[in-house]
């Protein structure tokens, strides 16, 4: 919970791909965070059954025992499947056998900390005492496997499963990998019913490009998402968060510079609030960063959502978040607005 106090309510995370936000981005997770919102509209409705505790499947018993019967427990007491806990636990750290930063100890670089990756303030609002010790530790799976499901269940679980999750980490690419573990460790019995379609996606109910050259950047920024993220990296098969907003603007023959350092006086300042699909988003976080240096750099894909590749431990690396929640972000530059770029545009119309 990627992703990790950005805002008051939200878990950070390790997570083992490249999964915020809270308990947000997970960050439960790397960058997880905690929004007060819809998780995606109503297409996003599903449900799984409040009674169901599934079998535990041979795959299953790769889950250290006690986290095992922690998983099982919690579900049976938060009336939710334990193997969707379960899923969770693999994604964020490996059921607690990660030896990443914030696991055992101390907290990642987005503040997460403990085997279910909550960020102190959130670890504070959910927090439980499951081993009823006097203490609610979040690096003690006893009290933590039921926080999470504590979390999930604020968060509508087990009626609204797939939202629940989304909430633990905003992305979708992130629950779909949390519900293939889950089914991997029940044995029958366990389904997620989606109300309306399919699936749900990252960009459900954002509203269409401003215009064919803001359409195209957007779409091959968003056509990187699930590739690596590499600090350095310039593609094609891995970026850092201001290589990939190059390349992207580079696609439809735009030069603007590299590194964000560089980009953040480049585009043309735009007040919070007023920012478009095609805009840059910048935020306080990583290295040599500071309020009026940021480090790093999203792009605005509209309904306050960016495109970003967002960090090497975070789930997706590379994915869609929400920039809005975040206490780090400083501000929003348009680089289609410096003039010698408009004069660039209009000469091509």
């Keep these: 919970m990627r992703r990790r106090l950005l805002i008051p ?14 308990v947000v981005p997970v960050f439960f997770g790397a960058s997880q965070f905690l929004y007060g919102g819809g998780a995606g509209g ?28 922690l998983y099982q427990k919690a579900g049976k007491d938060y009336g939710m499947p334990w193997n969707v806990l379960a ?96 089914k991997r460790y029940s044995n029958g019995g366990f389904t997620v019913v989606q109300a309306n379609g399919p699936s749900c996606a990252d960009t459900e109910g954002l509203p269409v490009a401003a215009s064919g050259l803001v359409s195209r950047i957007i779409t091959f920024a968003m056509a990187q998402r699930g590739k690596r993220y590499i600090f350095g990296a310039a593609g094609p098969d891995a970026w850092d968060c201001s290589s990939l907003i190059q390349a992207a603007y580079r696609e439809v023959g735009i030069s603007i510079p590299r590194t964000t350092f560089e980009q953040w006086p480049f585009g043309v300042r735009v007040t919070k609030g007023q920012e ?39 789930v997706p690396n590379i994915g869609v978040q929400n920039y809005k929640i975040r206490g780090d972000w400083v501000g929003v530059t348009r680089p289609l607005a410096r003039p010698e770029i408009s004069r660039q545009i209009d000469s091509r119309s």
């Design 9 to 22: 309510l939200a878990v950070g995370g390790t997570a083992v791909l490249f999964l915020a936000l809270l």
């Design 87 to 182: 899923g969770i636990g693999k994604v964020e750290t490996g059921h607690g056998t990660s030896r990443l930063p914030g696991v055992r100890s101390g907290e990642n670089y987005a503040g997460a900390g403990g085997p279910m990756q909550f960020l102190a303030a959130t670890w504070k609002a959910f927090a439980v005492d499951g081993d009823k010790d006097g203490k609610k530790d979040r690096y003690d799976p006893d009290d933590a496997i039921p926080a999470a499901a504590r979390y999930l269940k604020h968060n509508g679980a087990p009626t609204r499963m797939r939202t629940a999750i989304f909430m633990y980490n905003h992305s979708w690419d992130y629950v779909n990998l949390v519900l293939s573990w889950a």
């Design 276 to 314: 478009q699909p095609g805009d840059l988003v910048f935020f306080n976080s990583g290295p040599g960063t500071a309020a009026g240096s940021p480090g790093h750099v999203g792009m605005v894909i509209g309904a306050g959502k960016m495109v970003v590749a967002r960090c090497s431990t975070c």
């Design 42 to 69: 109503a297409n996003c409705v599903d449900t799984a059954d409040a009674a169901a505790q599934p079998a535990a499947a041979t795959d299953a018993r790769a889950i250290p025992a006690d986290y095992l019967r």
